[in-house]
């Protein structure tokens, strides 16, 4: 069982249950993400979930969507306009309901596939294994503004170690991402999990450093918090750089938020 399959039900879960009493025009709601609506968060989690149910079920058809995506986005159309328009405007709770049917039934595909099983993306070929741990990741980073511009604080649990192990995994494709050598040496992290369990990635240094909530690392290699408005003590010059830019998701380089522009509403 690929335990990564059903730790992505629970934050699709979790999501659902935040906007369960939202109105149609709710979801209109501007978010602190680049303008993004919580109509444009559901719609692009929905997209890409579509996407993953067919890289098991029916690769061709896969292939087909993104080149018709790649094909727009080279005329001009934006991924969201492109996700708008393919999902013919859908929004607001019936946008919500079918969001959340495709998250179960991609939970249910992913919890018994073979954990090794190579599946197309729209980038390289991932497992089958890394392949739910990035809707994951997508989903409880893009959950972050959603929970945000509402007000609600999220419950965390130990699954988001899936989103520590992203970040600590893509320490050096963060700096060569970005066409710079990758420094040395790799900075040590002792982080505290919502359970209060210790977390240790590394050799044990007082010279290079990061200490402090999981969830805080999480948020700062997601890009959904700035280095300054979290609470984690980062020590050395390699740990400071790698916090100043870290990012844990594929893509051209993309800068974290500026701080102070992403936080909880109260």
């Known amino acids: 069982?690929?335990?990564?399959?059903?730790?992505?039900?629970?934050?699709?879960?979790g999501l659902h249950a935040?906007?369960?009493?939202?109105d149609?025009?709710?979801?209109?709601?501007?978010?602190?993400?680049k303008g993004w609506t919580i109509d444009t968060v559901i719609q692009h989690l929905h997209f890409f979930n579509f996407a993953a149910d067919l890289a098991l079920t029916d690769e061709p058809a896969l292939v087909a969507l993104f080149a018709d995506l790649k094909a727009a986005r080279a005329a001009g159309e934006t991924t969201i306009a492109y996700t708008d328009r393919w999902l013919e405007g859908l929004s607001g709770r019936a946008l919500l309901a079918a969001w959340i049917e495709t998250c179960e039934r991609v939970?249910?595909?992913?919890?018994?596939?073979?954990?090794?099983?190579?599946?197309?993306?729209?980038?390289?070929?991932m497992s089958a294994r890394s392949f739910i741990t990035a809707r994951l990741m997508e989903t409880w980073a893009h959950g972050q503004e959603v929970y945000d511009i509402l007000g609600a604080e999220r419950e965390e649990h130990d699954y988001v170690r899936n989103i520590v192990m992203l970040g600590v995994n893509t320490f050096g494709w963060t700096f060569a991402n970005r066409g710079e050598p990758v420094p040395?040496?790799?900075p040590y992290l002792r982080l505290t999990a919502p359970s209060g369990e210790i977390w240790e990635y590394g050799e044990p240094s007082e010279v290079e450093r990061i200490e402090g909530p999981a969830v805080a690392f999480a948020q700062v290699v997601a890009q959904t918090r700035?280095?300054?408005?979290?609470?984690?003590?980062?020590?050395?010059?390699?740990?400071?750089?790698?916090?100043?830019?870290?990012q844990c998701f594929a893509g051209p380089p993309n800068p974290p938020p500026a701080p102070g522009t992403r936080f909880r509403v109260r």
């Open 1 to 13: 069982m690929l335990e990564q399959a059903e730790d992505f039900r629970a934050e699709s879960r």
């Open 18 to 22: 935040l906007l369960a009493d939202v």
């Open 24 to 33: 149609d025009a709710g979801f209109r709601t501007e978010t602190q993400f």
């Open 107 to 125: 939970a249910d595909l992913f919890v018994d596939a073979d954990p090794k099983a190579r599946l197309k993306w729209a980038g390289p070929d």
């Open 184 to 186: 040395e040496p790799r």
């Open 226 to 246: 700035n280095i300054a408005d979290v609470d984690l003590t980062v020590t050395g010059p390699v740990a400071s750089e790698w916090m100043s830019k870290a």
